[in-house]
C-alpha cells in the first residue's frame, strides 16, 4: 500500500479513536445509577447512533463543489463540536452538572453525543463519495468503526484511569481528531478526480467523454483532459499550457527553432495541442509578424475537434472546425481544426499533404496507436511526412517509447534519421511521478496507455533539413541521443 494509502486508512481510524473516547464520556457523565438509568442509555446511544448515521447521509450528498474543500468543512465541523463539548465538559464539572435539570441535560446530549457524532459520520459520508474512492465506503467506514472501538477500550481501560477527568479526555480526542484530518490532508495531496465542466457563456456542457477537468488535491496538479473512446488523446493545464513531460520538453525546445518567420504549422492529431497553443499565443506576441501563423490541427473524430474548439475558446485562442481534406497554402491565419482522419492523411493523398506546404509538422503518435510503445510508422508515411515539409522544415514525432516491452527504439531511430540532413532523438530517464500515478481511479488503465510504460523511458523525435533541428543537447530533462548515420549528415552541434 502507498504512503497516501495507509494515511488515508488511519484517518478514519483516528477519527473513529476521538469518537469512542467522546462516547463513552458523554455516557459517564450523563448515566447514573437509580431508576432512570436504563431509559437514559437508551436515548444517549439513540441518540449517538442517529446522529452518526444522519451525518454519515449529509456527506454523502452529492455536491457540486470542490470534494477536497466540502470534506475540509466537515473535518472543521467534527474539531469545532469536540471543541464545543470540551468546553462544556469544563462547565460541568466545575458547576457539578448544573444540578442535573433537564435543559442541562439536553444540552449536554446534544453538545456531548449528537453534534460531534454528526460530524464524524459527515466526514465517513464524505469519503465515500469522494472522486477515487475505489471503494472507500467499504474501507473507510470499518475503519472509522474500528478506532471507535479502540477509542472506548483505550478510555476505558488506560486513558480514564490515568487522567481522570472528562474535560483531559476530551481534550484528548480533540488532539487525537486533529491528527486525523492533518493526516487527511496528507492523504488527498496526490489524489486526482474527474470534474463536470459547467457550460460556458450560455452554452451548454462540454460532453465530457472527449473534454473533462481533471483536478488534484494540490492546484499544480489540475489539467483539462481530451479523451476519445475511452483514450486519453491530450493533457493540458487549465491555463493551456503542457502537463506531460514531452509536451513540455516540445515547448521549451521549439523557442530555439529557427523556422521561418510567418511559416505555418500542421499537427495531425491532438495530443500534442499544448505546443500549438503555445505557438498560436507567441505568434501573437511577435512584433512584425507571427513566426507561425496558420495552425492546422487534423484528426477524425469531429466530436473530439469539436471539444478542441472548445477547450481553445476556455483557454483563451480562437479556433474554428472546418470542413475538407486539404490545408489551403492561403489560409494562415488561425487555429484551424480539420476532422480528418490521420491514417487518411498519411495514405498518401496529395490533397491532405500538400508538397512543401509547412514549416513544421507534428505527429501525434497516439493518433496511430494506443501507446508509446505500439507506435509504428505506416509504410511510406516517413517520406509524405517529410515531402510536406518547406526548405529547412522539422518533423516531430512523440510520445515515443524507448525500451519496455517494444524493445529499443534507437534502430528504428536510425533507420528514419537516414530519409533526412539532420536528425534529433530526445530520450527522458523515466516517467516522472504524475505521469505514472496521479490520474482519476477509472482511468487508470487509459492514463497508463497514453504514456510510457513502467521501465521504459519516454522519448521524441526531431527531424528536418540543415541547421533546422538545432535544439539544445538537454530540454526539460530529455537528453539528445547522437544518430551516427553517416551520410545523413549527423547532428552533433547544439
Same mark, same amino acid.
Given at each position: 500500500?502507498?504512503?497516501?494509502?495507509?494515511?488515508?486508512?488511519?484517518?478514519?481510524?483516528?477519527?473513529?479513536?476521538?469518537?469512542?473516547?467522546?462516547?463513552?464520556?458523554?455516557?459517564?457523565?450523563?448515566?447514573?445509577?437509580?431508576?432512570? =438509568?436504563?431509559?437514559?442509555?437508551?436515548?444517549?446511544?439513540?441518540? %449517538?447512533?442517529?446522529?452518526?448515521?444522519?451525518?454519515?447521509?449529509?456527506?454523502?450528498?452529492?455536491?457540486?463543489?470542490?470534494?477536497?474543500?466540502?470534506?475540509?468543512?466537515?473535518?472543521?465541523?467534527?474539531?469545532?463540536?469536540?471543541?464545543?463539548?470540551?468546553?462544556?465538559?469544563?462547565?460541568?464539572?466545575?458547576? $457539578?452538572?448544573?444540578?442535573?435539570?433537564? *435543559?442541562?441535560?439536553?444540552?449536554?446530549?446534544?453538545?456531548?453525543?449528537?453534534?460531534?457524532?454528526?460530524?464524524?459520520?459527515?466526514?465517513?459520508?464524505?469519503?465515500?463519495?469522494?472522486? %477515487?474512492?475505489?471503494?472507500?465506503?467499504?474501507?473507510?467506514?470499518? $475503519?472509522?468503526?474500528?478506532?471507535?472501538? $479502540?477509542?472506548?477500550?483505550?478510555?476505558? *481501560?488506560? =486513558?480514564?484511569?490515568?487522567?481522570?477527568?472528562?474535560?483531559?479526555?476530551?481534550?484528548?480526542?480533540?488532539?487525537?481528531?486533529?491528527?486525523?484530518?492533518?493526516?487527511?490532508?496528507?492523504?488527498?495531496?496526490?489524489?486526482?478526480? !474527474? %470534474?463536470?465542466?459547467?457550460?460556458?457563456?450560455?452554452?451548454?456542457?462540454?460532453?465530457?467523454?472527449?473534454?473533462?477537468?481533471?483536478?488534484?488535491?494540490?492546484?499544480?496538479?489540475?489539467?483539462?483532459?481530451?479523451?476519445?473512446?475511452?483514450?486519453?488523446?491530450?493533457?493540458?493545464?487549465?491555463?493551456?499550457?503542457?502537463?506531460?513531460?514531452?509536451? +513540455?520538453?516540445?515547448?521549451?525546445?521549439?523557442?530555439?527553432?529557427?523556422?521561418?518567420?510567418?511559416?505555418?504549422?500542421?499537427?495531425?492529431?491532438?495530443?500534442? *495541442?499544448?505546443?500549438?497553443?503555445?505557438?498560436?499565443?507567441?505568434?501573437?506576441?511577435?512584433?512584425?509578424?507571427?513566426?507561425?501563423?496558420?495552425?492546422?490541427?487534423?484528426?477524425?473524430?469531429?466530436?473530439?475537434?469539436?471539444?478542441?474548439?472548445?477547450?481553445?475558446?476556455?483557454?483563451?485562442?480562437?479556433?474554428?472546425?472546418?470542413?475538407?481534406?486539404?490545408?489551403?497554402?492561403?489560409?494562415?491565419?488561425?487555429?484551424?481544426?480539420?476532422?480528418?482522419?490521420?491514417?487518411?492523411?498519411?495514405?498518401?493523398?496529395?490533397?491532405?499533404?500538400?508538397?512543401?506546404?509547412?514549416?513544421?509538422?507534428?505527429?501525434?503518435?497516439?493518433?496511430?496507436?494506443?501507446?508509446?510503445?505500439?507506435?509504428?510508422?505506416?509504410?511510406?508515411?516517413?517520406?509524405?511526412?517529410?515531402? !510536406?515539409?518547406?526548405?529547412?522544415?522539422?518533423?516531430?514525432?512523440?510520445?515515443?517509447?524507448?525500451?519496455?516491452?517494444?524493445?529499443?527504439?534507437?534502430?528504428?531511430?536510425?533507420?528514419?534519421?537516414?530519409?533526412?540532413?539532420?536528425?534529433?532523438?530526445?530520450?527522458?530517464?523515466?516517467?516522472?511521478?504524475?505521469?505514472?500515478?496521479?490520474?482519476?481511479?477509472?482511468?487508470?488503465?487509459?492514463?497508463?496507455?497514453?504514456?510510457?510504460?513502467?521501465?521504459? +523511458?519516454?522519448?521524441?523525435?526531431?527531424?528536418?533539413?540543415?541547421?533546422?533541428?538545432?535544439?539544445?543537447? +538537454?530540454?526539460?530533462?530529455?537528453?539528445?541521443?547522437?544518430?551516427?548515420?553517416?551520410?545523413?549528415?549527423?547532428? !552533433?552541434?547544439?
Amino acid at each position: 500500500m502507498t504512503s497516501g494509502g495507509w494515511l488515508r486508512g488511519l484517518s478514519p481510524f483516528l477519527l473513529g479513536v476521538a469518537m469512542g473516547i467522546v462516547a463513552l464520556v458523554a455516557a459517564g457523565l450523563l448515566l447514573y445509577g437509580g431508576p432512570g =438509568f436504563l431509559p437514559a442509555l437508551v436515548v444517549v446511544l439513540a441518540t %449517538q447512533l442517529a446522529s452518526a448515521a444522519l451525518g454519515v447521509g449529509y456527506g454523502a450528498r452529492p455536491r457540486g463543489s470542490d470534494p477536497v474543500e466540502v470534506l475540509r468543512r466537515q473535518w472543521l465541523l467534527v474539531l469545532v463540536a469536540v471543541t464545543l463539548a470540551v468546553v462544556f465538559s469544563m462547565a460541568w464539572e466545575w458547576f $457539578a452538572g448544573f444540578g442535573a435539570p433537564a *435543559l442541562s441535560q439536553g444540552l449536554g446530549l446534544a453538545l456531548l453525543a449528537a453534534l460531534p457524532l454528526f460530524g464524524a459520520g459527515s466526514v465517513v459520508g464524505a469519503l465515500s463519495r469522494f472522486p %477515487q474512492s475505489g471503494g472507500s465506503a467499504v474501507r473507510d467506514g470499518p $475503519a472509522a468503526i474500528l478506532g471507535a472501538a $479502540a477509542g472506548v477500550l483505550l478510555t476505558g *481501560l488506560v =486513558f480514564f484511569p490515568m487522567l481522570g477527568s472528562s474535560a483531559a479526555l476530551l481534550l484528548l480526542a480533540l488532539m487525537v481528531a486533529s491528527t486525523g484530518a492533518l493526516l487527511q490532508g496528507r492523504s488527498l495531496e496526490g489524489v486526482v478526480w !474527474t %470534474q463536470p465542466l459547467p457550460g460556458r457563456d450560455g452554452a451548454g456542457a462540454p460532453d465530457p467523454e472527449y473534454l473533462q477537468a481533471w483536478v488534484g488535491g494540490r492546484s499544480e496538479r489540475s489539467r483539462f483532459v481530451l479523451a476519445e473512446g475511452g483514450r486519453i488523446r491530450g493533457v493540458l493545464t487549465p491555463e493551456g499550457g503542457p502537463f506531460l513531460s514531452v509536451d +513540455r520538453a516540445l515547448v521549451r525546445g521549439i523557442e530555439g527553432w529557427t523556422g521561418a518567420k510567418g511559416g505555418r504549422a500542421l499537427f495531425l492529431g491532438v495530443g500534442r *495541442l499544448p505546443l500549438a497553443l503555445h505557438l498560436r499565443s507567441r505568434g501573437r506576441r511577435e512584433e512584425g509578424g507571427a513566426r507561425v501563423a496558420g495552425l492546422h490541427v487534423m484528426d477524425g473524430s469531429p466530436d473530439l475537434l469539436a471539444a478542441v474548439e472548445e477547450l481553445a475558446h476556455r483557454v483563451g485562442t480562437e479556433a474554428s472546425v472546418r470542413s475538407g481534406k486539404a490545408a489551403p497554402v492561403g489560409e494562415q491565419e488561425g487555429l484551424i481544426l480539420r476532422p480528418v482522419p490521420v491514417e487518411e492523411a498519411l495514405a498518401g493523398s496529395s490533397e491532405h499533404l500538400p508538397p512543401a506546404s509547412f514549416d513544421l509538422v507534428v505527429l501525434d503518435t497516439l493518433a496511430l496507436a494506443s501507446s508509446p510503445g505500439a507506435f509504428r510508422l505506416p509504410s511510406g508515411a516517413l517520406q509524405r511526412l517529410l515531402s !510536406t515539409l518547406r526548405p529547412h522544415g522539422v518533423l516531430i514525432l512523440g510520445p515515443l517509447q524507448d525500451g519496455g516491452a517494444s524493445g529499443p527504439f534507437l534502430d528504428r531511430a536510425r533507420e528514419m534519421a537516414r530519409h533526412v540532413p539532420r536528425a534529433s532523438l530526445y530520450v527522458a530517464g523515466r516517467v516522472s511521478r504524475e505521469e505514472a500515478e496521479e490520474r482519476p481511479a477509472r482511468w487508470d488503465e487509459p492514463w497508463r496507455q497514453s504514456v510510457p510504460e513502467p521501465g521504459s +523511458r519516454p522519448a521524441f523525435m526531431v527531424l528536418g533539413g540543415g541547421r533546422a533541428t538545432g535544439w539544445p543537447d +538537454r530540454v526539460e530533462g530529455y537528453l539528445r541521443v547522437v544518430l551516427d548515420v553517416g551520410k545523413a549528415a549527423v547532428e !552533433t552541434e547544439a
